[in-house]
Structures are given as C-alpha cells and as structure tokens.
C-alpha cells in the first residue's frame, strides 16, 4: 500500500523510518507540492488544501492529532475538498492522556494551593501565609468528557475534588457528576471554581468560553484552555480578569498562534501562557496507533476514531 506523509516542522525522516518499521509493506513518502502518483492513505497535520487535490484515491486520512478542526476548516472553506470517500481518522489519546492530565492537575492545584498568589509575592519580596481554597468547595468542570476529558476528569476526582463533567450525550464515570446536552449547560457551570475546557471545535462550540459562561461560574473562578484558541472569546477574559469574576486563567491554545508579541494576555500577571504544549504528538505512541488501523483497514475491519464530519468531531 502507498501512503502519504505531511507534518509541517517535524523530523518527516524519523517519521517515515518508524513508519517504515511498523508497516514493512508498505510505500512510504513524504509529500511534497505537485505530487501526483497514486495512494492509499495520508498520514497528516495541518495539510495544505492542495495535499488532497485529485486525491479520491485516499480510503483515509489519519490525522496527527486529536483535533481534526484544521482539516475540517479546509472542507469548510471549500467544499469537495476532502477525498470523497475518505475516512478522518484521529489520534485517541496515544500518550496524549496522561499529558492532558499532569497538565491541567498541575493548573488546578497551582490555583487551589495558591501558589499562583506566592509566585506575585515573590517577585515583591512578601512573606504572607495565604489559606488554600477549601477543597469541599473548589469544584472543578471539565467540559468534554472523551478521551482526554474523561481521563482528565478521573485524575481530578483522585485528588478527593468535587469533579462535574459535561458533554453532548450522558456519560457515567466513578466519582464525577456529569451532565448531559444545551439543558445542562447551566447546572453543570453553577458554581464551579476552575473551568477546564477540553471540548472539540466545531461550529456548537466556538466562543463557549464568554461572558455569559463566566458569570456562572463562582466568582473569583478560574479557567484552563487546553482545546482551542477559537473556544475562547479574549476580550470577555479580560473584562471577567478585570471585575474580580475570574481570578486567574492558564491558557495552552490561543486564536492566532504563536501569540503575537503585542497581545494583551502577555502583560496580564493573571494569565498563564503555554505554546500550546498541554498534550502533544508522541511519535512512537502515535505510529503504532496509525499502522494499526492501517492494517486493520487493509483486512476489511472497521477502526475507532473515524471522525463525524457532520457533527464536527
Ligand atoms: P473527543 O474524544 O472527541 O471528546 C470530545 C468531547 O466533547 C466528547 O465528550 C463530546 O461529547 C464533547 N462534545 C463535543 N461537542 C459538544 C457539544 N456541542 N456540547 C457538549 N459536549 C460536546 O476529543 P478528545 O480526544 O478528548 O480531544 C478534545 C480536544 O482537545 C481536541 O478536539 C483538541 O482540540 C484538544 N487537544 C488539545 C491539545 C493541546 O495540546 N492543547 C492536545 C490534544 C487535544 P460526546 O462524548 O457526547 O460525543
Ligand atoms: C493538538 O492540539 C491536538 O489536537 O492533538
């Protein structure tokens, strides 16, 4: 089988040799502007529009990531883009998990513990004991409860905080009350002292992150972004900053990245920055992951993480 390969900044030599390991059989390489020749599979993040051009040969194209929005946004822009008979498939957790996990464990108790506050005083030389929250009280929301948020939602509730998970259907998981659907929007934010987003983007959940979701939360809450820039409406998380509604917020994503040198967030002591690190790309994880559902595909079975194009997700 052919397969085609595009990952803009990464090692595409490292890439292809493991790849190469995994699936002994097949024909591997690295695509490039003009490239024509027949395959089987793309194996891909952030592809060029032009990477699929005459391309309904492709059964599917595996994405290097968990979230396929930039692919999707190609189709958006310009329907018929996609191989017409094309699976999306993407990565399920792969490593990312346990990322995803010491990340946003790390944000919540930096908050509860306040060690946020010390690290001001430290810069003013002040020694002042500060109480943490109360744990009984410092409920944390995770909103997504798929592969990353549920996993997320788990490590929290290990921790003995009070742990409340949202998603679009009704999900059970051990110690997280969860709440289902636009209905339980509302009483899944009354309340909550951090708010984690880990929910795909897609046309429902652009902008979830505004004024109106902030002035449910308790006030004095936090937030941590680890899905999407596009998620998060910025000029709202300045004014809630602002007014005392939230306190603080760790964002890993933002809507135009690298974050421009000049953007508000960076003179904001409040706001925490990342360069979109939370969970990223484990090479290894993620090509026996891929040449998996390759082989699977070339015996004729169905795979998961076959992406609803229609749902977004
Ligand atoms: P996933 O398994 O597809 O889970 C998505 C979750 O969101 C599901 O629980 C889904 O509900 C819920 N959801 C989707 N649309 C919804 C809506 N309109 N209302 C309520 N709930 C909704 O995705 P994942 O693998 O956990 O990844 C989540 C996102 O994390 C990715 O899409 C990506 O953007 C982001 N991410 C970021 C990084 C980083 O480094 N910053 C790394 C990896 C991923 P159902 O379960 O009911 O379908
Ligand atoms: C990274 O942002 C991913 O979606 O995997």
């Known amino acids: 089988m052919k397969i085609l390969f595009y990952m803009p900044h990464a090692d595409a030599g490292a890439w292809l040799h493991d790849f190469a390991r995994a699936l002994p059989e097949a024909n591997l390489r690295e695509w490039q502007p003009g490239d024509r020749e027949p395959a089987d599979f793309a194996v891909v993040w952030r592809p060029p529009r032009e990477m699929f051009e005459s391309r309904d040969d492709l059964r599917a194209v595996f994405n290097l990531g968990a979230g396929v929005d930039a692919i999707l946004a190609l189709e958006h822009a310009n329907p018929g883009t996609l191989p017409r008979h094309a699976q999306v498939v993407r990565l399920e957790d ?25 690290e001001r005083q430290q810069t003013e030389r002040r020694w002042r004991e500060i109480d943490p929250h109360p744990r009984a009280t410092f409920t944390v929301g995770v909103l997504g409860l798929g592969v990353l948020g549920a996993h997320v939602a788990k490590t929290l509730a290990s921790f003995d905080l009070p742990v409340r998970g949202y998603s679009r259907g009704a999900k059970q998981i051990d110690r997280v009350a969860t709440y289902a659907g636009d209905a339980q929007l509302d009483p899944f934010l009354d309340g909550v002292k951090v708010l984690v987003n880990l929910l795909p983007h897609t046309p429902d959940t652009r902008d979830v992150l505004n004024a109106r979701t902030f002035s449910k939360l308790a006030r004095g809450a936090y937030l941590v972004n680890v899905a999407r820039g596009g998620h998060l409406v910025e000029q709202d998380l300045l004014d809630a900053l602002a007014h005392g509604q939230l306190a603080g917020a760790t964002l890993d994503v933002f809507r135009e990245e690298p974050l421009p040198p000049d953007h508000p967030f960076w003179r904001e002591p409040r706001v925490t920055i990342t360069p979109h690190i939370s969970a990223v790309t484990l090479r290894e994880d993620s090509v026996v992951q891929v040449a998996r559902k390759i082989q699977s595909m070339m015996r004729g079975e169905p795979v998961t993480g076959v992406v609803d194009l229609a749902r977004g997700y």
Not at 97 to 112: D, S
């Open 94 to 118: 792969s490593g990312m998990a346990p990322q995803m996990a010491e990340y946003v464990t790390h944000a919540v108790l930096r908050y509860m513990r306040r060690f946020d506050e010390y």
